[in-house]
């Protein structure tokens, strides 16, 4: 089992930054995959960066250059870097975890970007 908790969203002007993190706890040394994903309102989930155990990354077009993801594999705790942030970037934002094949997410962080 798996817990995950997201922090750090909140309201913040076009252009400024904020950095979400997603503390695992359980059996979080166990955790291979793991991903933000968003979901705006009236619109489906969508992933927005990922990063193994080994760290390698991917991110999605639309954040690609703006946002960082980073893991701390001793304190289990994910992270996601958001510069220049934009209005479109408003969206609950989810943390999951692949574990053994089995799929944990978070509650997920609301993050809203005003222009």
């Known amino acids: 089992q798996v817990q995950l908790v997201e922090s750090g969203g909140g309201l913040v002007q076009a252009g400024e930054s904020l950095r979400l993190s997603c503390a695992a706890t359980?059996?979080?040394?166990?955790?291979?995959?793991m991903d933000w994903y968003r979901q705006a309102p009236g619109k489906q989930r969508e992933l927005v960066a990922t990063i193994t155990s080994g760290f390698w990354t991917n991110y999605s077009d639309s954040v690609k250059g703006r946002f960082t993801i980073s893991r701390d594999n001793v304190k289990n705790v994910l992270y996601l870097q958001m510069n220049s942030l934009k209005p479109e970037d408003t969206a609950v934002y989810y943390c999951?975890?692949?574990?053994?094949?089995?799929?944990?997410w978070g509650q997920g962080t609301q993050v809203t970007v005003s222009s």
């Open positions: 359980g059996s979080a040394s166990s955790i291979n995959v």
């Open positions: 999951k975890a692949l574990v053994y094949g089995r799929v944990y």
